[in-house]
């Protein structure tokens, strides 16, 4: 097999690996002043990350519904986070009004530590939230915080996904790191977490994290593309410690805010040479396992 040499021939790909489509479990969808926000904080990488980050996909938002279905993007969350208190529960309304009549749409939600987060994480998965998204460097916060233990124990009971940006890639956080995921983890040792982006840079101790614990997952979220490793690279002696794991790792891309094709991120995965099965796993069968897909 060949990789897919650009967007158009990723359908060929993934039809030839003798899938029904893609699962991408990072996938960004905001409010549109959000992600105006979001895209203007790219447009100036190179003073925050010393490495130009031109968006790929800054598109109208029924543009990027369309590449994601020419692509072949089965079923995708939104991810909605947010950097202050008063923001999670208006985030995690408007996802869900987007998710509504989207099959596609996986329902997302996230939460900070607020007083109110117990209540609105439990009305959102009231509302059919099917995961939640957090990010520790940006909302620069320890996930241990009490006032997270039962939004926490909530999530462990339900089983529902959370994908978690907790490494200290691209830029390190206060809370960001292994450290405050070990910890979190020794305390609910259930939660079905989703290592964002495989943990860059700290790759190794997070895949410590997800041989230790049977629910923790990674996604590939930028991981092997030429941008990464060139900033966050892997140690090719790892390279098998991927192949072992291959049932607990899950495609996810960052689109739209991504620096090059989708295509691309597909390709750096290709180029590990891990074989056909583990595409196969990481591409469709891990992510529609995880999120209960059709084929």
């Known amino acids: 097999m060949q990789p897919p040499a650009d967007d158009d021939d990723v359908p060929r790909y993934w039809r030839e690996l003798g899938l029904p489509g893609l699962v991408d479990v990072h996938v ?4 549109e002043r959000v ?7 790219f ?3 190179g003073t925050h ?3 130009d980050w031109p968006v790929a996909y800054a598109l109208p938002e029924d543009e990027r519904l369309a590449v994601l279905e020419r692509l072949g993007v089965r079923a995708f969350p939104t991810l909605p986070y947010p950097h202050k208190p008063g923001m999670a529960a208006w985030l995690n309304d408007w996802s869900a009004g987007f998710a509504d009549g989207r099959p596609r749409v996986l329902q997302s939600a996230t939460f900070f530590p607020e007083p109110e987060a117990p209540a609105y994480v439990a009305e959102a998965l009231d509302r059919g939230a099917r995961v939640f998204k957090v990010h520790v460097q940006v909302g620069g916060f320890d996930p241990r915080h009490p006032l997270l233990d039962p939004v926490w124990a909530r999530l462990e009971e339900t089983g529902t996904p959370v994908v978690i940006h907790c ?3 691209p830029l390190r956080g206060e809370h960001t790191g292994p450290a405050p995921m070990a910890g979190l983890l020794e305390r609910h040792p259930r939660l079905q977490l989703v290592i964002a982006h495989l943990g860059m840079p700290e790759y190794r101790e997070f895949l410590d994290l997800a041989d230790r614990y049977e629910r923790v997952h990674l996604d590939t979220t930028m991981f092997a593309t030429d941008f990464t490793e060139r900033l966050m690279p892997f140690d090719p002696a790892d390279r098998p410690r991927l192949a072992a794991l291959r049932d607990k ?4 891309s960052d689109f739209p805010s991504i620096p090059y094709p989708y295509a691309h991120q597909l390709q750096a995965l290709h ?3 891990l074989g056909e099965e583990w595409l196969r796993s990481v591409l469709w069968r891990n992510g529609a396992r995880l999120f209960r897909i059709a084929a």
């Open 28 to 31: 960004h969808f905001l409010p």
């Open 167 to 169: 490494g200290s890639g």
């Open 49 to 51: 990350y010393g490495a």
């Open 271 to 273: 180029r590990l040479d």
């Open 43 to 45: 447009e100036a990488a």
């Open 35 to 41: 992600q105006a926000k979001v895209w203007q904080y």
């Open 249 to 252: 790792i899950v495609l996810g």
